[in-house]
């Protein structure tokens, strides 16, 4: 069986569709990562149509029930569909780190709709002195997606995910998801739904997932039919070889910094 420290980075840049499980616990997180702030403007007005930053408080890790740590670790938000059709968005991440120089750390997430994958993003922050506060900036391009998806992403709340997994020095330390629903805006509207309170729109619904079993039945239906075939185990194997899915171009944002 393969041990879930040995998950590396070309393990996930391989992976075709959402993983049935999280391929690290948070105890993985040995270095004290936290996220503090997330906003995402449109670039070319400057407006803020995403913000997220008091409102998410850092979680304590003495108060986390180990037992149900998958609580922790998914999310469900709602955008502006207007998201979707951006040309170019700005992004601001700060995020503090604990008492442990972290070298070479690398976000990668990999966004989906239903099991076909249809963004790829992978950051690499570098290194943080222990103790510090950090922000990142970055400007990219959004890929094109056809009118006829972003129908469906909007028809179907929260079958858009996410998972995003956090490296440090080549070893998986974080891993969280995340579900999107996309609000579809009034065209007969003098203002867009993150405009009506005059200062952009914050994080209109977030809340931790209602599913609260750390590895569910069928994962472990799953993993222990797999243990008696010989096949693969942790929910990566099958997630990057098997899926069926149409083969195409997957954009990458790295290619698109400033």
Known sequence: MRSRSAISVEDVLELRRPTSK??????ANTYGLQFLEFTIKDYSTKKVIFDISKDLAPVD?????????NSYRKIKYEFSEDILRLPSISTLLVFKVGDREVRDLRMIERHYFRDRLIKSFDFTFGFCIPGSTNSWEA????????EELVEDMIANPHETTSDSFYFVDGKLVMHNKASYAYIEEDASGEK??????GTGMKLSKLTLDDERNSVNSDDMDEERKAQEKGGPQNGLGDDKKSAKWEEE?????EDDYY
Do not use: N, Q
């Open 22 to 27: 999280f391929l690290c616990p948070l105890s």
């Open 61 to 69: 890790p003495s108060t986390i029930d180990f037992t149900d740590e």
């Open 139 to 146: 400007v990219y391009h959004l890929p094109p997606l056809s």
């Open 192 to 197: 867009k739904s993150y405009d009506r309170d």
């Open 249 to 253: 171009e997957v954009w990458s944002k």
